[in-house]
């Protein structure tokens, strides 16, 4: 048995980890490129969501490399993404491939069910061992987070631009051919300590701005056109709350610190919005509300083009825009998406973010001087 | 001879090429407005070199600004102090001129904006997304096939009593309304005014969607040339539309004034001079096989210099020049 699983950002490492753990053979999928969405959009309803089409194109070009089982998460989904599994088992059936597709979606069917699909990819190594392999992935994957994190620190106040991708995509090089998790932990630590390293402009303050939006859009750089290094490299501070590792540590392993405080943010906006309506909806108008308390100067929402859930969180924003006096921009994508018109408008957003923070601070200057 | 200290400002667009040289007032002392046709180095170099001929023995080039979809192609051409998105210099150009205005309708050669403006800041924007139809090039293209004048296009809108209603959601089904329009005998000038209070609904609902557009309301771009968009925009909004003196320019103006700024600060420029336009430019394009995105690389050459390249998704190619030099100047 071949493992494989569709990609999102940096996903790819705690998985990695988690079967190399457990000793099971698995194909990381080539970095998503125009080739793997070729593939999807040739094979997809040209009406579906981007994220279907992409990861289509993730699975065939794993299955060329000879995986022959694909493990993905469904959501029993409020949105599209619950019948990810589904449809896309009868897309690949009809392009030919006999391979198995394991969904591990919350166990509502009882424990037992859910546990005959875990066992289809554990086979029947003992249950300890299992565990032990999930705690590793789960230190990696928050490691991971951590990296990203720090990547986004640094992008923005860099002395000599280019030093930080350069550092993470020798990481991203490099870690594919590692193998276990005690061996990626060591990889990560030591980027890390060269991303400290890195020469950074201190008396910087830069623009904060905070990503709101559907998970895979945001974490997925091929699929939001690098938004974060767009953003960076203008000199942007990005903030990025939602993560594979918040995922994790919301729904699959729950800390219960975490929790309360990713509930405490949904629940401050239920003057807004007050229940999940599907997908990332709710998070999407909560962080937006969240991140213009915690001062950001401004927010960008990024969504799959005719994503249900994300579309009613867009008429919701402009009422917070409105009332908590925050620019808040939307960016729509989907493979016709024009670059020039994606980087025209994220570089006028900026600008408008920098007059808008000069303006503030003449004001408060203004007071000072009253005083 | 005293010469006046000027700023030029270029607007690279998809259908003009705008040159304007402003004084340290902020003054117009000349501006240029060529067609692009496509071929944006040829022009552009003729461009520069009709307008400093013209103002020759007069002025001083002391700050150039790119703004507009051509404006990295021309910063590296003319080495631009300052490259600027269209959006934050047409902000930037009317706040300059009317710092009153709280909404800047901008319609161009292929886009089309809306600029929302409070307390002097540029608080809001969107540009058109999906559709074109509210944009110049279609106006174009429907005077052609009337074979009016685009000139007279707004002046014969203006000459119609009723109106006919054209479908405007989409810019191939207002082309078949109109020409089903025609069909049933309705005069032109009152399809041209049809299609302008189409046009202006489209805009509306798709660029202007869910922005509140309060006056003073300021109409800038190619298009607002057009009396007849102009005259429906008034009637759809119910308040009065500024269409400023130098309307068609305003990006370039805005650019310019940057320019100014920049200049200023550095106390010098990164023009390249009217001399080193009349070099050999040419662009080049190659695949990189360096991974199975195979971006495809624009390489810009002067004589024998690469001066910029483009395309790329993970930017080695572009790192590759700009490690050598510092040819863009970012603001």
Known sequence: MVITFPHMGTMYIPVKALFDELGINIVIPPRISKRTLEVGLKCCPEMACLPLKVTIGNYVESIKRGADTIVLSGSCGPCRFGYYGVVQKEILRDLGYDVEIVILDPPREGIKEFWERVKKITGNSPLYKGLRAINKAFKVCEETERLLKLVLQKRCREVYKGDTDRTFNRFEDKIRSVKGAQGILECIQETRKQLENIKVDNNKKPIKVGLVGEIYTIIEPYVNLNIEKRLGDMGVEVHREMSVDGWVKYHLAPDIKFRRKQKQILESSKDYLGLCIGGHAWETVAHTLNYSREGMDGIIQILPFGCMPEIVAESILPTIAKEECIPIMTLVVDELTGEAGYQTRLEAFVDLLHLERSRRENEFGKVLSWN | ?331
């Not at chain 2, 399809?191 to 557009?213: D, F, M």
């Open chain 2, 1 to 331: 001879m005293n010469l006046e200290k000027c700023y030029l400002g270029i607007d690279v667009g998809s259908v003009s090429i705008n040159l304007v040289f402003i004084n340290k007032d902020h003054k117009v002392v000349d501006k240029l407005y060529v067609r692009t046709e496509g071929k944006p180095i040829p022009i552009l170099k003729k461009a520069m070199e009709d307008i400093s001929k013209r103002n020759d023995g007069n002025i001083k080039i002391s700050g150039v600004g790119v703004t507009g979809s051509g404006r990295d192609l021309a910063s590296v051409m003319v080495g631009a102090d300052v490259v600027k998105n269209e959006i934050t210099a047409h902000g930037v150009a009317v706040l300059t001129y009317y710092p009153d205005t709280s909404t800047v309708i901008e319609i161009g050669g292929q886009d089309s904006k809306i600029i929302i403006i409070r307390n002097g800041v540029v608080s809001d924007f969107a540009m058109n997304t999906v559709c074109a139809a509210g944009t110049g090039s279609f106006l174009d293209r429907q005077a052609a096939r009337l074979n009016i004048p685009i000139e007279e296009f707004g002046q014969m809108a203006l000459k119609s009593k009723s109106p006919v209603r054209i479908a405007g959601r989409c810019a191939v089904f207002a082309e078949s309304d109109m020409v089903h329009k025609q069909q049933m005998g309705c005069p032109p000038e009152d399809i041209i005014r049809g299609l302008c209070e189409a046009l202006v609904r489209n805009y509306l609902s798709n660029v202007g969607k869910g922005k509140e557009i309060l006056p003073n309301i300021v109409f800038q771009g190619g298009v607002a040339a057009n009396q007849g968009i102009r005259a429906a925009f008034e009637q759809a909004l119910g308040y009065q539309v500024i269409v400023p003196e130098h309307y068609d320019v305003m990006g370039a103006i805005g650019v310019a004034i940057l320019a100014q700024r920049e200049a200023e600060r550095k106390g010098s420029t990164s023009f390249r001079g009217i001399e080193n336009m009349r070099q050999d430019f040419r662009a080049r394009a190659f695949e990189c096989n360096g991974c199975p995105n195979s971006c495809e690389i624009i390489e810009f050459i002067a004589g024998k210099t690469t001066l910029a390249r483009w395309g790329d998704r993970c930017g080695k190619w572009a790192m590759k020049v700009e490690d050598k030099s510092q040819l863009r100047s970012l603001a």
